[in-house]
């Protein structure tokens, strides 16, 4: 069957945002419930930097529509470590904060590597192997972003690919695109490359590309995220909803 493909931003609060996607005199509270009814996903950044509560998790859940889902940053005190193969108490403890309220509306977990971080086979064997499959009853995917060019190595995507964790792929100008395949059922994309001159932050062209690809991953039974992150943040959600139209029609 077919896999699911989820469009959506990273966060639901950025002021520039008000008057531009969510309408004028719409409550902060009521953001999120908006966010939901328009896109059909997003990365939440919190859980990079702090400990989120149960409480949280819950209210973001019965907040948007069933379907929709959240990506979550995998936590900094478990990423920007000397070795990560040390990070098994932390990853231990993120998984305890409460994630689990959010039952099907779960989304991939992004451990997102600090740009310093090298390619070394053992530390990332060491960390992949860290990663559960369940928590408590609940189906995790893992997805690891290395913004170093040393994992351009066929290793790494070796070692990504027998723990079944996907390389995110990223267009940004920033960092390297490691446009590789290796989850067996689902692809993490980050597009970090729209442009405040362009309303709907990427060009025409750009945005059917990556509507195709989407289109070609979900027909070979993966689910498919795609977030739109940084780069112009303000035109991000007019990305993802241009986007989401293309790839109805």
Not at 9 to 24: A, D, E, L, Q, S
Not at 139 to 166: N, Q, T, Y
Not at 206 to 211: E, G, H, T
């Amino acid at each position: 069957m077919p896999g699911r493909i989820h469009v959506g931003v990273g966060g639901w609060t950025y002021p520039p945002w008000r008057g531009n996607f969510y309408p004028p005199g719409l409550p902060k509270a009521r953001e999120l419930e908006y966010a939901g009814q328009h896109l059909t996903g997003i990365e939440i950044n919190a859980t990079f930097y702090r400990r989120q509560t149960p409480e949280s998790f819950a209210r973001w859940r019965d907040a948007v529509p069933a379907g929709f889902v959240f990506a979550l940053k995998g936590s900094r005190f478990c990423t920007n470590r000397r070795d990560l193969r040390e990070a098994g108490e932390g990853i231990g403890n993120y998984l305890a904060q409460g994630l689990v309220e959010l039952g099907d509306k779960l989304g991939p977990i992004n451990w997102q590597l600090a740009a310093t971080k090298r390619f070394d086979p053992d530390e990332i064997a060491g960390f992949l192997e860290l990663l559960p499959p369940v928590y408590r009853g609940l189906a995790l995917r893992h997805a690891i972003e290395p913004r170093h060019p040393s994992f351009a190595d066929p290793a790494f995507f070796a070692l990504a690919r027998a723990a079944g964790v996907a390389v995110v792929l990223a267009d940004a100008e920033k960092y390297p695109c490691f446009d590789e395949l290796t989850a067996r059922d689902f692809a993490y994309v980050r597009l970090q490359n729209a442009r405040a001159a362009v309303k709907k932050g990427y060009e025409g062209p750009a945005l059917a590309r990556w509507a195709e690809r989407a289109r070609g991953l979900s027909e070979q039974g993966r689910d498919t995220f795609l977030f739109f992150i940084n780069g112009a943040k303000e035109r991000a959600p007019a990305a993802a909803e241009a986007l989401i139209a293309r790839l109805q029609t």
